[in-house]
T-cell receptor, first 114, second 110 residues
Framework: ETGVTQSPTHLIKTRGQQVTLRCSSQSGHNTVSWYQQALGQGPQFIFQYYREEENGRGNFPPRFSGLQFPNYSSELNVNALELDDSALYLC?????????????FGPGTRLLVL | KNEVEQSPQNLTAQEGEFITINCSYSVGISALHWLQQHPGGGIVSLFMLSSGKKKHGRLIATINIQEKHSSLHITASHPRDSAVYICAVRRIQGAQKLVFGQGTRLTINP
């Protein structure tokens, strides 16, 4: 148990729809990172939030957006879903604003876009 | 070429064997993580290294900063060690994100 939870665990959407994925970090963790993991691949960095502000972004289009809340929860929103968005979405929390502390991963949300 | 390369991609061994998984990277890093991912997706952090060697139970991780190389060793392997092992580095530049290798799928047969 890492103390990081994600919801839902599985989700099926159709192309063009919007989706919101949720992550609850460990208490006191002010940094959350989101990753997309396609089948058979390593995770790819989407973005990171530190103290409720975006603190770095990977090579993902603007239809991927996020929010971080003061209660250590965060959201990943994806608009205009495409088939290639089907993946496992992982969040990871830490307490260091992107430094060298251990990252604690959630179990992931598996999204299928039809 | 990926910034983080792991070898082998797949490894099958018998229970009790000594296992080595390798990770090479091509960028300057502040830390390297070894992670374990079981079927179903959840990722567990095994080690975080910036130099030297760390040991936890039957797992040992080493890193050589000059050679940009790290290894994860499992002694007396057991079927419950079967998982995907992922190496990830935190770059000195763009330190917000972890850059992941593609993972090594390890299967330990009884």
């Amino acid at each position: 148990e890492t103390g990081v939870t994600q919801s839902p665990t599985h989700l099926i959407k159709t192309r063009g729809q919007q989706v919101t994925l949720r992550c609850s970090s460990q208490s006191g963790h002010n940094t959350v990172s989101w990753y997309q993991q396609a089948l058979g691949q390593g995770p790819q960095f989407i973005f990171q939030y530190y103290r409720e502000e975006e603190n770095g972004r990977g090579n993902f289009p603007p239809r991927f957006s996020g929010l971080q809340f003061p209660n250590y929860s965060s959201e990943l929103n994806v608009n205009a879903l495409e088939l290639d968005d089907s993946a496992l979405y992982l969040c990871a929390s830490s307490s260091d604003g992107g430094g060298v502390e251990t990252q604690y991963f959630g179990p992931g949300t598996r999204l299928l876009v039809l | 070429k990926n910034e983080v390369e792991q070898s082998p991609q797949n490894l099958t061994a018998q229970e009790g064997e000594f296992i080595t998984i390798n990770c090479s990277y091509s960028v300057g890093i502040s830390a390297l993580h070894w992670l374990q991912q079981h079927p179903g997706g959840g990722i567990v952090s095994l080690f975080m290294l910036s130099s030297g060697k760390k040991k936890h139970g039957r797992l040992i991780a080493t890193i050589n900063i000059q050679e940009k190389h790290s290894s994860l060793h499992i002694t007396a392997s057991h079927p419950r060690d079967s998982a995907v092992y992922i190496c990830a580095v935190r770059r000195i530049q763009g330190a917000q994100k972890l850059v992941f290798g593609q993972g090594t799928r390890l299967t330990i047969n009884p």
